[in-house]
């Protein structure tokens, strides 16, 4: 749930509205060859990661009308989209698509999401905090990732991109008045 | 006043060094240190180039090692002392008497701090650590109001370090087995206090509950801002109702406090938060950065700039200004 006040962007809903008939299959392609791409470039992202690399990780972008099941496994990582995450998953991260991005990017802070009741998490804490350490420390670049094969095509998506960056960047920017404790 | 700042990762090592850090602290990635959660810390090689980066922009690096050895065990910690000078670590955090004899006697010329894990908060405890061992500077416990600080700074022979941001512990820091009683891992020897292991979360009739082992510790409503699953910020239900005991969820944020911490003669502020993220490093090192450049300027300094990042979304000026509820 997102408390009064909060600024995270979230997708506007009839983006949302329009993506949900969307054919899953069409996204697997260009997630198999994200996750690859960000293997091949970030392999110390593996060593943080450990024994947690074996677990299954479900990504919920509460403003989008599908969610993603990462598998960060070092021989062949996986981001499957899914209609409907699985039960048997050992952590499930929820919250807005730009506090998703935005912690990869470096935007924002993810205990400061989880204060403000942005993100729910649950199961395996010591797995969640393993991936979240390890993507903060591996400064992944997603934009460039995952746009630069596309070439001239990737415009308008980088346009999109940058507005969601710009958008965290104002929630940096913020400021709010805190209740103070004495 | 030197700016102290929290290092996680390399990355936030970075981070910190570009944000304006006079010194960054960090720690291994094992138990011989007090935040020592999955995915965090410094390999061995990670500390090296870390420190070769820190000082190539002119920052010092304290590593902390500042857990006390279990028996049987010592060599671990030792071998971190050693690897922590050999990396070229400008200043040891320590807090086990065993182990500052231990790094004095074996590297001499090596500076040592006390860590706030010793919880030295009087000047004849603060002075012993400076014989035995020529320590030279201590991390004060969270303890303190600015006036008792003062009169500790006017009464010992070395500097001072206080904390001015992040997560607050009001306990004799050091000796804490809340967690401990909860989940079998002591804060103070394995180096994790609520280890992530034990900590669950769980949605149920629109409220989250935080449980620690077996105990469910809290229980937030719709939108209520949350905070860590530790027990002393739990809410426990007594003759006298429910409610919190020991400890709000929430942030020490002192930046109002600066011109008396300054007054008082503290050497050194330090930001709490390894466990966090570089954005967090970047923004409380470039908040705090700013608060100094204000103070030594005359400026007014802007307090509410930080406030999005702390805990239960709420701050406080802790003992520093004690006040009766």
Redesign the interface.
């Known amino acids: 749930m997102q408390p009064a006040g909060s600024v995270v962007p979230q997708v506007p809903a009839p983006i949302a509205a329009a993506l949900r008939p969307l054919p899953l299959l069409l996204l697997r392609p260009p997630l198999a060859m994200l996750a690859v791409r960000i293997r091949d470039r970030h392999p110390e992202l593996f060593e943080r990661l450990g024994p947690h690399a074996a677990k299954r990780f479900g990504l919920d972008p509460t403003d989008l009308p599908f969610a993603f099941v990462l598998e960060p496994r070092p021989a062949a990582p996986s981001v499957t989209p899914v209609r409907q995450l699985p039960r048997d998953l050992d952590v499930r991260i929820a919250g807005p698509l730009g506090a998703l991005l935005g912690m990869v990017d470096g935007a924002f802070d993810g205990d400061a999401l989880f204060f403000s009741r942005s993100l729910q998490v649950e199961g395996d804490m010591e797995a969640l905090l393993a991936l979240r350490n390890a993507v903060d420390d591996a400064c992944i670049d997603l934009r460039r990732i995952a746009l630069s094969p596309l070439g001239p095509a990737a415009d308008p998506l980088d346009r999109a991109f940058r507005r969601v960056r710009a958008a965290a960047g104002r929630v940096a920017a913020h400021r709010t008045e805190s209740r103070s404790w004495n | 006043m030197e700016l102290i700042c929290p290092a996680?990762?390399?990355?936030?090592l970075k981070a910190a060094v570009a944000a304006g850090a006079d010194a960054v602290y960090c720690g291994f990635r094992d138990e011989t240190n007090a935040r020592n959660?999955?995915?965090?810390n410094f390999s061995r090689d990670e500390l090296r180039a870390g420190i070769e980066h820190a000082h190539r922009g002119g920052v010092r690096v304290l590593v902390a090692v500042n857990t006390f050895p279990r028996a049987g065990a010592i060599e671990v910690w030792h071998r971190a002392v050693d690897d922590a000078v050999a990396a070229g670590a400008d200043a040891l955090i320590l807090a086990d008497l065993g182990l500052l004899a231990y790094a004095a006697n074996r590297h001499p010329g090596q500076r040592l701090h006390v860590s706030v894990q010793a919880a030295a908060a009087n000047p004849d405890a603060i002075g012993f650590y400076v014989e035995a061992f020529g320590v030279r500077r201590v991390v004060l416990p969270r303890v303190l109001s600015v006036p008792e600080i003062a009169a500790i700074v006017r009464e010992i022979d070395c500097e001072t370090e206080v904390f001015v941001f992040g997560g607050l512990c009001v306990m004799a820091e050091g000796r804490c087995s809340l967690s401990s009683y909860a989940t079998g891992q002591s804060p103070n020897m394995q180096g994790v206090c609520s280890p992530?292991?034990h900590?669950?979360?769980?949605?149920r009739d629109?409220r989250?509950l935080s449980r620690l082992g077996r105990f469910t510790i809290n229980a937030?409503g719709?939108?209520?801002?949350?905070?860590y699953p530790t027990l002393c910020k739990g809410r426990f239900a007594t003759d006298l109702g429910t409610g919190y005991l020991f400890e709000?969820?929430?942030s020490l944020d002192a930046a109002s406090l600066l011109p008396a911490l300054r007054d008082a003669g503290v050497t050194a502020l330090k930001i709490e938060g390894r466990?966090?993220?570089?954005?967090?490093t970047?923004?409380v090192v470039g908040g705090f950065r700013d608060a100094l450049a204000a103070l030594a300027a005359g400026r007014e300094i802007d307090t509410?700039?930080l406030?999005?990042?702390?805990?239960?979304?709420?701050?406080?000026?802790g003992a520093y200004?004690k006040?009766w509820?």
């Open positions: 996680g990762t390399p990355a936030a959660f999955p995915g965090l992530a292991g900590v669950r979360y769980e949605e629109g989250m937030f719709p939108g209520e801002a949350a905070g709000d969820p929430v466990q966090r993220s570089r954005a967090y970047e923004r509410a700039a406030a999005d990042l702390t805990e239960g979304q709420a701050t406080t000026a200004r006040t509820r």
